[in-house]
Structure formats: C-alpha cells, structure tokens
C-alpha cells in the first residue's frame, strides 16, 4: 500500500515562500509521477501542478505558474512544492498524489487520475 506524507505548511505573511515536502512510502517506483493539488474553504479541489514520471516534465495550473515549482528527489521518494510570492488566495490545505500510471498531459489536472493522496497541510497566506 502507498502512503504519502505532506509537511512544510504554515503561516506565511503574503509575498512569503513555503516549501512542502510528500514522502512517499510503500510500494515504491523508481520515477515517479506527482501532482499537487489544493482545496480552500467552500471551493472544489483544484490541480497546482504536476512532474511527470520519466521525463520528468513539469506542468503547472495558470494562477500558480512563475511562482510554484514542482521537484522530486526520486532516490528517497520525495516530492516538493517550492512556493514563492504567496498570495492570500493561495491559502488552502494543500495535498500531494501520486499513481502507479503514467497519466497523459491532458489528465494531470484532473483528481480522478490520481490513485493514492496524501492527508493534507494547511498553507495559511496572511496579508
């Protein structure tokens, strides 16, 4: 069974930077795929941004692009989220996923895609 692991979140003032660390446990895979995704209070979950497995190609969601970074460290399981010029719309629980596939591009935003979740940080932005 694959377990992940979100760590890192916090209070930040706005303009701030967070890095949030998912590690990985379990059945493991040499490379692979991860995405973030985060929810607010009374919103749907949306996709922040995804690595893919291999190529390791990273994608990102429009309001994030420029600011976040998606990375792994693929020989201790570990994936990150660098978040730079926080904003106090980026403040939600924040979840990492990962699958044993190798989902297409135009899947990578969709939460459906994603098999195993994390249980969530909270990423406060103050203004």
Partial sequence: QVQLVESGG???????????????????????????????????????AALKRGTGTTYAAGSVRGRFTVSRVNGKNTAYLQMNSLEPDDTAV??????????????????????????????????
């Fill in 10 to 48: 916090g209070l930040v003032q706005a303009g701030g930077s967070l890095r949030l660390s998912c590690a990985v446990s379990g059945r493991t895979f040499s490379t692979f795929p991860v995405a973030w995704f985060r929810q607010a209070p009374g919103k749907e979950r949306e996709f922040v």
């Fill in 94 to 127: 924040y979840y990492c996923a990962t699958t044993s596939g190798s989902p297409i591009v135009s899947s990578l935003s969709a939460a459906s895609t994603w098999e195993y979740w994390g249980q969530g940080t909270q990423v406060t932005v103050s203004s």
